[in-house]
């Protein structure tokens, strides 16, 4: 509380002084307040569980040999090359949607090199494994996967389905949001399922975003195996051969 002294001390004074007061000001019942105001918006207040994006890590289940670790069955392993249309001034295109121009090539297997035809491009391979194509990053339609997510989700379709069966008990609160992703990170794991094991690459002129775009689509298509490499000869010369075979 604030108090005034108006005495003005004891002593003579001048005649015409002007007359002083002192103020004396205590702000304990403020800083009393203060608390009380703390106090009781931590009892009134709501905490909200963190809301974290949850990121499905590579596995690191056990590699029964040495062999294994660096092989994979053709009809599970995909490669993808990300790379970004530039100008000359090496500033990124952008498509009519305002979008950069970011491309997929991919192959799935082992790269086909063994056959080339007079002009020095690629044929196709007997299996249809190891040739390169190209896809975009796109969304879904209508619930309908398109461009690269489709055929990533193709290759992870028996995880993905029972992924879908547990989401559902989920939403149905049959089990808990911790037992859903218990289960839904045992599925990614099972080896017994068929799925993709995934190689990133991205040439110099990639940009930031697709190579991270790349990995969202990974979380989104609930894939464990992967990992980001360096691209090598082999992946410069099928890129090569695929924009000569497909110049307009």
């Not at 005034?4 to 009393?32: E, L, N, W, Y």
């Not at 055929?151 to 989920?170: G, V």
Request: charged share 30%.
């Amino acid at each position: 509380m604030a108090q005034i002294d108006t005495s003005g001390g004891g002593g003579k004074k001048k005649k015409g002084a002007q007359k002083k007061m002192a103020i004396h000001v205590d702000f304990t019942p403020m800083v009393d307040m203060n608390m009380l105001l703390i106090t009781f918006f931590m009892l009134c207040t709501t905490m909200i569980k963190s809301q974290t994006l949850n990121i499905s890590l590579p596995s690191n289940e056990k590699i029964e040999n040495e062999e294994q670790q660096s092989k994979a069955k053709n009809s599970e392993a995909i490669t993808m090359i990300l790379t970004t249309e530039r100008d000359k001034d090496g500033n990124i295109k952008i498509d009519g949607d305002g979008k950069p121009k970011n491309i997929i090539y991919y192959y799935e297997g082992k790269p086909f090199i063994e056959d080339a035809n007079k002009d020095g491009l690629i044929d196709e391979s007997p299996d249809g494994y190891g040739v390169l194509r190209s896809e975009k990053f796109l969304g879904n339609d209508n619930g309908k996967e398109q461009g690269i997510r489709k055929i990533l989700h193709n290759k992870n379709k028996e995880a993905l389905e029972k992924i879908d069966e547990q989401k559902k008990l989920w939403r149905e609160k049959k089990i808990t949001d911790e037992e859903f992703q218990a289960k839904a990170r045992e599925i990614r794991n099972d080896s017994t399922l068929t799925r993709p094991v995934v190689i990133i690459k991205a040439t110099p002129e990639a940009s930031w975003e697709s190579v991270i775009t790349a990995l969202d689509e990974m979380q989104i298509n609930q894939i464990s195996r992967y990992q980001i490499d360096n691209m090598n000869q082999i992946d410069s010369a099928l890129i090569t051969d695929y924009i000569a075979k497909n110049r307009k």
